[in-house]
């Protein structure tokens, strides 16, 4: 099984209520990375926002910039938001990260959480589902073929065109993400393409009859075996006592999910509900490492997936912290989860 880490690129804010400089974060990003690679750590993903409190709006930039500073580590967007963006203009980016990493760039494409993107770009946001589906069918076009004609709804035709450069071995490696619709899982499975699943809230195990759907859809079309993999996308952050650690994060966790809440009209976040999600059946892995390895092996367990992602700068937790958070899920959690999947 892969375990790597995601971000948004939260900024961090301190004590006095001042949020850190951009600039400083997108830089603390780039260490982050360098540690993750240097501990062995297999993918880093890093996704796209168009807000103020995220740093990050151009996953490919930082992921250029940490491609050239990494010997080993995957790179990928976590995610592309595919409904708002040019899928030429998206394959040939990635397709240039991976160039410069020598075939380490993957692409991660969803419909994202947020639509900042779609007036800022100028889409209209009633078109979302329909976008979405257009654009990953000529993603997933010009990822399999040198050469194609294409025709849709929302841009010109595609007549005998090539689009370069191609990838390092000539096909990105391509995920969806989805947020626990059948109707994500459906095409994912339709087009043959791995899923991750965002787990954000409510138990895990919710998700088992999503997995299973995905995998009968993926045998019904006939798609090569080794191109089935799942994974999931879970909040995490890890200190080195469990209890002292969920007490400083979650002053950082409620303050995003408030922050969030406020908008989408979502009740206050309390402590009762970050316990619940700390539980054993709670979709946050919060505390020491052993807490950690234990929930990571009964999720995989539960719902038999190929890759973990955790999520570890919700609220914009401090950079010393999450330094020691990755130190701790690359130097104790990681190996002993592979460990055990493999006695």
Do not use: C
């Amino acid at each position: 099984m892969e375990l790597g880490i995601s971000m948004f690129g939260d900024i961090h804010v301190n004590e006095k209520g001042i949020q850190e400089p951009t600039g400083d974060r997108l830089k603390q990003m780039i260490e982050e990375i360098r540690l993750m690679d240097e501990l062995g750590l297999d993918f880093f993903g890093i996704g796209e926002h168009h807000r103020n409190e995220y740093a990050v709006s151009a996953p490919e930039i930082i992921l250029a910039a940490a491609s050239s500073l990494t010997k080993n580590i995957r790179l990928g967007s976590a995610v592309s938001v595919l409904s708002s963006a040019d899928p030429v203009r998206l394959y040939q980016q990635y397709s240039s990260i991976d160039l410069l990493s020598d075939g380490r760039a993957e692409l991660v494409v969803g419909r994202g959480s947020f639509t900042e993107s779609f007036p800022l770009f100028g889409f209209d946001l009633r078109d979302y589902d329909i976008l979405f589906e257009e654009k990953l069918d000529l993603l997933f076009q010009i990822n399999q073929q040198k050469k194609l004609s294409w025709k849709g709804q929302f841009r010109k035709p595609l007549i005998d065109q090539e689009v370069f450069p191609r990838a390092f071995n000539e096909k990105l490696d391509l995920w969806i993400a989805v947020g626990g619709t059948p109707e994500s899982v459906l095409r994912a499975g339709t087009y043959g393409i791995p899923v991750i699943f965002a787990i954000i809230g409510g138990s895990p195990a919710q998700f088992k009859p999503l997995f299973d759907y995905y995998h009968k859809v993926y045998t019904h079309f006939k798609h090569p075996e080794a191109n089935r993999k799942t994974g999931v996308h879970m909040h995490a952050f890890f200190g080195k006592n469990a209890e002292a650690t969920a007490d400083k994060y979650y002053h950082h966790y409620a303050q995003q999910m408030n922050r969030i809440g406020r908008e989408r009209g979502w009740s206050s976040y309390t402590r009762e509900q970050y316990e619940a999600g700390r539980s054993k059946h709670g979709a946050l892995i919060i505390g020491d490492a052993n807490e950690a390895i234990d929930k990571i092996l009964y999720l995989q367990e539960t719902l038999g997936f190929d890759r973990f992602a955790a999520h570890m700068d919700v609220g914009g937790p401090s950079h010393k912290d999450l330094m020691e958070s990755i130190e701790i899920f690359g130097t104790k959690i990681a190996p002993a989860v592979k460990a055990a999947l493999h006695k």
